[in-house]
């Protein structure tokens, strides 16, 4: 991903050329949040509830007029674009939060707006948020994948077909085991599976990375699929009925309303989900291997200069990757639906790839972006249930159009590691 | 091995060319004089170029005959095949029921085990080839060649797609959005075809152009945020499928495009003078975008080897910062190669909607897009190379349906085999291995780590 750099840099190089760009995106959108959401916000109420009735902690709903909310974020919206147009005249740089706020409050605004013209103006916002991580879980995973792969130096377009190899795997381990861990454990082998053959042809035989990692995404489909139908379908009891993993409650915890039930109340796969963003954030970027890890896949030729083996390296973090992207596609045999159907991932190994880019290729910031993709995935799910006005498929391309978005410099620019893509070759 | 093969891009011999391409020329004449030192010096451990290299360059002068075969890329590309398929057979050999049976008495009368084997795998390999070859068992000639005219129909947009994604892989650029290009080029050709009512001729003409129109705005689109703002074209293209996906379904929802009285995602069909007249007569499917994507083939060949465009084009993928030095417009040449691209691929959503479909649905570009890319890859982003492999995967394709039809066998083992060919193809020091081959230009040198060496300049695609 190396050539994203290039165009670029004369926008945003020093301080003294002034670039235009972010305070006029803000102000386009500023008005758009004027038009749409003040002017053209609904005249009735619009209820967040917190909690259930019988929860064991039962919080009031939050109960907001759409207009006053519309107004105040448009109006605060569209001071922070005059703040950056001032900032951007006095040739100094925009503020980091500028963006970070306006970004928020223009969530908040839609989030308004749009459950405020539907038919029935009343969400469950602690449901909305609980989807949004499940159904965040395999972005997760997915990302963190590609983390590892990308931060070394290699692409990782496979990240789908390590996905979909879990899932599979896992499916057909938990059934013939019975045990829903024995399935865990097979999706994280399935992962690496496909790692190494991505390590092999990439590092060892030095083709294209994207070319590998869009064919063993073929290859994965075609495998799973062939066999589905082949092996599967033929005696599902047998081979595809997996047992589901448990939902393992942290008592006290789990009671704590809107979050507890998104920290507390998961299945393992949801806590390794935790676990893992932790482990390898603090991996990366505080410890030896981890250093390694990004020298490599900066500039591995100072790397190679000071002693450390570039391609073994690599090959180690593609195949870690392999069983981080395993253990995620496990969740949709094991944990969303118990059995495995035909290209069930569906393009979600491409969205964990956006997610990535998107989260600027650390650990923290793709989890969040697979949060965000998770949250507007489940927002078209909820508010196609309650009725909008915006179209269905509008809904669903959100997720979509924020990342073309994202990755053409709205949410300032992001830098691919410089050695991403390009082989190794000692000498 | 990479999409855009690492030869220079060789000085254009026409004398007319501007003043202002001279520079480029110079250094691209330069570049190749460095890189044939470069290929001498390496003393035979660079495998060959993408495309066979001009005689002298590539296989060392004492060479024989026999060793430019073992060491050469037609070779590899053919046991690629053959090793794929064996592959293909056994996968489908091992989960035959009969075989499940006769191997739980293996060691009594292992050929019971071999038999059945062989029974699946031939079984199912003889039905693929009567699918989409030759039908032994037809009554007539027309029935016996119909399978081959239902190959060259599905190989239609497979050409046209892939001929995109291969001309965009030549300017350094991954077009992974052919899905998308095809769908609005399907919507925009479609929409021309069942709401205008024009005389025959015309229309289809208006058809085809807004097929093209359509396909080019989508591609070049991206092509124009990876020019301005260095957004990488691999999650733009991805994304933009999607993004397509739902638009083509939204315009399904709405009174302009949907059928009248139709609750479903399907617009009305399309008028008959919008459609591809049959090629062969009424009795086959074969249409006349066969022809069609056999002149962009043409067009591409001319395009990429003979124009000016095209070897600006290529010099920008083989290296845009010395395009760039040398006076190219490499922001231009991003956007008119992902335009160029999506208008072919625009051609393969007309050869669906007008050719084979008749009417636009979310389904109409199948997975083409996605074939096309595998297509690209095995055609070595060259024109003729894409055609061949266009018309390979659709003969898997066409006969893939035959024989998930007659033996079971489904057609998911078609991707299987596809996906392998690729990537076997792509490493043919691996290939090499398996077959005990030896490397190419040191048929001496036997061994030695250096036979997977590779020049790494394309790391830019990536």
């Known amino acids: 991903m190396s050539t994203a750099t290039t165009a670029p840099a004369r926008g945003t190089g020093d301080a003294t050329v002034r670039s235009w760009k972010n305070p006029i995106i803000l102000s386009v959108v500023a008005l758009f949040a004027l038009l749409v959401f003040a002017l053209g916000a609904p005249g009735n109420d619009v209820t967040f509830r917190l909690s259930e009735e019988n929860d064991p902690i039962v919080l009031p709903s939050i109960v907001v007029s759409a207009q006053l909310i519309g107004w105040l974020a448009a109006i605060a919206m569209i001071a922070l674009a005059v703040l950056a147009i001032l900032h951007t005249r006095a040739r100094r740089k925009v503020p980091t939060w500028v963006p970070a706020v306006f970004a928020i409050l223009f ?152 979050i507890g039930p998104i920290l507390f109340q998961q299945t393992i796969v949801g806590y390794l989900m935790y676990i893992a963003v932790a482990v390898i954030y603090v991996a990366l970027y505080h410890s030896r291997w981890g250093l390694r890890t990004r020298a490599v896949g900066e500039h591995p030729k100072a790397a190679d200069t000071l002693g450390v083996n570039v391609n073994r390296m690599r090959f180690v973090n593609v195949l870690l990757a392999g069983v981080v992207a395993g253990v995620g596609g496990s969740f949709f045999t094991l944990v969303a639906v118990s059995g495995f159907g035909r290209d069930m991932t569906a393009g979600q190994g491409y969205i964990a790839l956006a997610a990535l880019i998107f989260g600027r290729w650390n650990p923290i910031g793709a989890f969040f972006a697979a949060l965000l993709f998770g949250f507007a995935t489940n927002l078209s799910n909820v508010l196609s249930l309650l009725g909008t006005p915006v179209p269905d498929q509008f809904l669903r391309m959100l997720p979509y159009v924020v990342t073309v978005f994202a990755v053409a410099g709205l949410v300032g620019r992001s830098r691919a590691p410089g050695a991403s893509g390009i082989p190794y070759i000692k000498g | 091995m990479t999409p855009q093969d690492d030869r220079p891009v060789p000085p254009a011999t026409d004398g007319g060319a501007p003043l202002t391409r001279r520079q480029a020329k110079d250094t691209a004449r330069q570049d190749e004089v460095r890189l044939e030192n470069a290929v001498e010096t390496a003393g035979g451990e660079l495998p060959p170029p993408a495309v066979p290299a001009p005689a002298g360059t590539a296989a060392a002068p004492e060479s024989t005959l026999l060793q430019r075969i073992m060491t050469g890329n037609a070779l590899v590309a053919f046991l690629s095949v053959v090793l794929s398929l064996i592959l293909g057979g056994l996968l489908i050999a091992l989960t035959d029921p009969n075989v499940a049976r006769a191997s739980s008495y293996f060691f009594g009368r292992p050929q019971d085990t071999l038999g059945a084997a062989w029974t699946a795998a031939s079984g199912a390999y003889s039905a693929l080839f009567q ?50 290009q095809i769908l609005i080029g399907a919507t925009f050709a479609g929409w021309v075809g069942f709401t205008l009512h024009l005389p025959a001729g015309i229309h289809l003409l208006l058809v085809i152009l807004a097929g093209m129109v359509g396909g080019a705005v989508w591609a070049g689109l991206v092509g124009l945020l990876k020019a301005r703002t260095g957004a ?218 250096t036979t997977t060496r590779t020049p790494a300049s394309t790391g830019a695609a990536a």
Request: net charge positive.
């Open chain 1, 107 to 258: 969530l908040i605004a839609f989030l308004t707006w749009v459950v405020g013209s539907a038919r029935t103006p009343n969400v469950a916002l602690y449901g909305l948020l609980a989807g949004s991580v499940t159904l965040a879980v395999p972005l997760i995973f997915g990302s963190l994948s590609g983390v590892l792969c990308e931060r070394s130096g290699v692409v990782n377009i496979a990240i789908e077909g390590q996905l979909l190899f879990g899932a599979f795997a896992a499916a057909v381990a938990a059934s013939l085991s019975g045990s829903a861990f024995v399935g865990l454990l097979a999706a994280a082998v399935a992962g690496v599976l496909v790692s190494l053959v991505l390590a092999v042809f990439s590092i060892r035989y030095v083709v294209n990375q994207v070319i590998v990692g869009v064919v063993l995404n073929v290859l994965v489909s075609g495998l799973t699929g062939f066999l589905f139908s082949a092996v599967l379908s033929e005696d599902s009891e047998r081979w595809n009925s997996p047992p589901r993993l448990p939902v393992i409650e942290i008592p006290l915890l789990a009671d704590i309303p809107v």
């Open chain 2, 131 to 180: 699918g989409s070859v030759f039908n032994v068992r037809g009554e007539s000639f027309s029935q016996r060649i119909y399978p081959l005219t239902q190959t060259l129909t599905v190989a239609t947009p497979l050409i046209c797609a892939g001929l995109g994604v291969a001309l965009a892989f030549r300017a350094g650029l991954f077009n992974i959005g052919a899905q998308g």
């Open chain 2, 232 to 449: 990488h074209e691999v999650i733009l293209t991805i994304m933009f499928n999607y993004i397509a996906t739902n638009l083509v379904l939204y315009f399904l929802s709405t009174p302009a495009f949907q059928r009248p009285g139709s609750t479903n995602p399907i617009s009305p069909q399309l008028d008959a003078t919008a459609l591809y007249p049959p090629l062969l007569g009424s009795a086959f499917r074969l249409h006349w975008g066969f022809v069609v994507a056999v002149l962009a083939t043409v067009f591409v060949w001319w395009l990429l080897n003979r124009s000016t465009v095209g070897f600006e084009l290529r010099a920008v993928g083989a290296n845009a910062s010395a395009a760039r030095t040398a006076g190219v417009n490499v922001s231009r040449g991003y956007i008119l190669a992902m335009a160029i691209a999506g208008a072919l691929a625009g051609l393969a959503g007309v050869a669906q909607v007008s050719g084979t479909e008749k009417v636009l649905t979310s389904g109409v570009a199948a997975s083409f897009g996605f074939d096309a890319i595998t297509v690209a890859l095995l055609g070595r982003s060259s024109p003729w190379g894409t055609f061949a492999a266009g018309i390979l995967f659709g003969a898997f394709r066409a006969g893939g349906v035959a024989m998930q039809a007659s033996t079971g066998t489904s057609i998911d083992i078609v991707l299987v085999v596809q996906s392998l060919i690729v990537l076997f193809i792509a490493a043919p020091p691996l290939v090499r291995a398996l077959f005990r081959l030896p490397a190419p230009g040191a048929p001496r040198a036997g061994k030695g780590g």
